[in-house]
């Protein structure tokens, strides 16, 4: 018994000792002094992480200490903001945001249990934009806006999209109140689901990024329509497909991950981190996987970041 | 160390007396009565807070609401289904199913709680390995385990589990 | 026939099976032990699999899925928790079993119709996936909703002593899986204001609580504090399954396979549901209904061909349609777009020979399943023989060790700590928590189903009637609720 105490204790003081070590005050010139975690808020496996884990690898060539890509999920990204409210100003941590968080989530039900805001973050940079896409089911020979109009004379289209307060269902509220065409949201748990609705014939449209309908539209099941964009497409999947920007509607907005920081964090930090991830934006293997996910580089400051946060929000809150 | 030991000793002989005096400790209990009372109410509860914890957007064909209606519909109706058999069993001087509870178990179970509770609390205050440690030991400690190999082997495990997960893993433990 | 001998020479490399090996005992080894999770292991490892090539993943990964199909059953069967959800069907049968010295037996017969079921929903994919996709895309909406009503009817069958108490039960179960965020119009209940409510309560962590976490509660009880053999019993156990056996579980194997693919094909179900219903089938079915519950074989067989059943069938929609019918394989399907292969009608024109490695080597897959299961099941039946006081401390290390990872969460410890209480109360009350299980299984999908399908109607209940396999479906709910209702009827009759 006296052997298992006094063993006990040894481990816990050896323990203590570990965990009471570190936690110096961070010097802004020489950060980062340890490993630098980058949390991304989103699902293991989805394009986030990927990029993520794949930038994670020339962290220590690039910032002298190794990067940790880590997931932490919950309430779609929200759980993950909350608690890097803990973190202090030029902390080791960082964090994956996107215009979900910041610019839907404050405007939708359940924003009263959100306790974080833009304010408290300092955006870094942007590192990819994502195109959304309208598919109709191929049997309606719909594949422009102007034909899209025509069918929806005096009808009452249902549009399937990914979640009802997701970025797809404001797109898609946006779109039908700039051409005054009735339509309905139909919500599926996932954009593949969606997306098979509207193979289906079970819904008449539905919306996606450009990667997850890609299977569907070489399939030739489902027509790309439109995209929710300035200018129109024009690549091996979907052939010069037009943007909503080209009908004169402003009812579009990509959608974009960024990295922050908690709000205070030393310029000088923001800017070697920047400068890090301009490098690892730069790399071929990196542009390989862009292509093959249909997504863009796309490394946008804090300003612009700021735009986007805003315009989102206004056009979310124009939709409610 | 030598007189910690013997508060040991001390606590461990007031433990087994205080079991001694609650080992035939018996308090009837009656599940068939108490198990609808125990839903019934937690229905209602939940109905009662439903205007503030659920808002309703459009009226539609169904609502987010017309769900949770329906179950706890079904929660009242068959609690209380089976709170008039129990009634009409008394009024016909039947007799109700009766259960006779352990005192002394269900003491044990609360301190298992506590002690899940506390290592909960612990967890993120000292680290994953010291708590589970601590937990593992006084978790042998509740069975009154007297052999030293036990908390030996107990103590290595935990220290393997917690390790394997933490390095080998890369699990992100508290 | 080209593609597939150049599939299978694609397939058939060092690597491919040693990344089979690893995954499968990865797979096993995070779905025997309470707490761990296969969804756990496939996130841990999946960074792994970034460099890897597109088959070498696909093995690996296939690996970890099909052998926590399996590995769930080894913890359910010994220590009466379900390492998985799915597993909950078997602990029962396979616990009651082990209480009767026979746990190499029932560790027998779950690693032998675990088998059989991968290897025939393996030979499904490989032979009849353009046919069973055919059949998924007439699958719509009201028919998941069906479906889903059709596995709430096992509700009755594991109500215990009262269906009252089930319906009660499940009432419960559903209604907890309506907290969080509604799919449907965005309002969001009974969140409290709280952040961690939102997307509601994972699957895994109410599981955790409700089994693993309430059976150590129940350590408070003296009988069960006793370690139930010793290890010179497990040794001398033959874990020997009759001739007699063999054929009473044909049959009810065979159903289950079926079952188990028709419901892998439905996105969002799963193999809990699958399993259960197959238990369900199988108990309907059998001439020795008394023996369920009580270490039935065909319970066993049942339950467990079930949901390996559903490894391959989940592949068919994800790789002709792009659909993924679980959060395993959902994660698959990022594994295979980093690999430049998108899912969808032209995946198999463009990726042919690719596709054919995958599917000869889920066949392989399980047939290695087999092999281990089959060396280190005497090693996993000692766990009957290691002293409580030691394995219950573990298992709760393990169980917070998972709850917390799952999500990185405090929050979510605190959950399961919550569940086990309530475990613990319905256990003294009287009332099962497997309709609670079932209930949080199944409450999602079916209300998401319901609803949408009233306004893909615009709030016509036609819809429900409109196509065949919808009716074929109704007609198939109403026949099992005929007979739970004259079976209840026959035994309250019975009890008067």
Redesign the interface.
Known sequence: MKKVLLLLLVVLISFGTIFAAGKAEVDVDTWPQEAVTVICPWAVGGVADIVNRKAATYGAELLGKPILATNELGAGGNVALTNFLKNAPNSHNLIFGGEGAFSIAPNVDGSDAIQFKYGDFEPIINLYSAIFVLTSDVSLDIKDLDALKAYAQGKKLKIAVNGIAGSEAFLAKALAKDLGINMELVSYNGANLALDAAAKGETEFAISHQSQAKGSVEGGILNPVVVFDEKGVNNEVYKNVKGVGEYGSSAFFRNRCFILARKGTDQKIIDKVRKAYLTILDKPEMAEFFKSMMIEVDPMDKASIDKHVSTVAAIVKANL | MHSFLQILKKLDTKIDRTGERLKDRKVNFYPTVVGPIVFLVFALVAFLIMPSQVKVQQQAATTARTFPILLLQIMIVGSVALLVTEIVKILRKTELEVVQIELLTEIKALIILLMLILYAILMPLIGFIPSSLLFSVAMLYFFRIKKVSYYLIIIFSALVIGLIFRYLLGVRLP | MDLFIQGFQQFFTLSSFIYINIGLILGLIFGAIPGLTVI?C???F??FT?TMGAIDSFMFLLGIYCAGGYGGSISAILINTPGTPHATATMADGYALTKKGESRKALNIALQASTFGGIFSAFTLLFFAPQVAKFA?KM??PEYFLVCLFGLTVIAGVSGD?L??G??SG??G??IS?IG???????????????????GFDLIICLIGLFA?SE???????SN?NTISSLDEVKSESGKISKMEYKRMALPSLMSAIIGVIIGII??TGASMASFVSYDRARQMSKHKEEFGKGSVEGIAAAETANNAVTGATLIPLLT????GDGAV??M???L??N?L??????FAKHGVTMYAIMIGLIFVNIFMFLQGKALTKYFARVVSV????L???I???C??GA??V????FD??VT?VF??IA??FK????STIPVLLGLVLGAIT??N???S???S??SWKIFVQSPIAIAFLVVIALTIVIIGVNHIKDSKRSI
Do not use: W
């Open positions: 756990l496939i996130v841990l999946l960074p970034y895309q719509g909406t009262s009252i108490k319906m009660i009432a419960f559903l209604f309506t965020l509604d799919p449907m119009t965005g309002s969001t209940r009974y969140i409290f204001k709280n952040i961690n409510l939102y997307s976490l150590v509660l129940g350590k408070s009880q003296k504090q996105p969002g349609m792009g659909i993924p959902a994660i399907l990022g594994a777009m980093i430049g998108t899912p969808g009608p032209n995946l002293p409580v006081s030691i219950t401390p573990i709760v290390i393990f917070f060790a917390f990872s999500n990185a969460s405090m410890v605190g700590l086990a209480v613990y109360l003294k009350l009287n009332f209300e998401e319901f609803r949408r009233l306004i893909l615009d709030g």
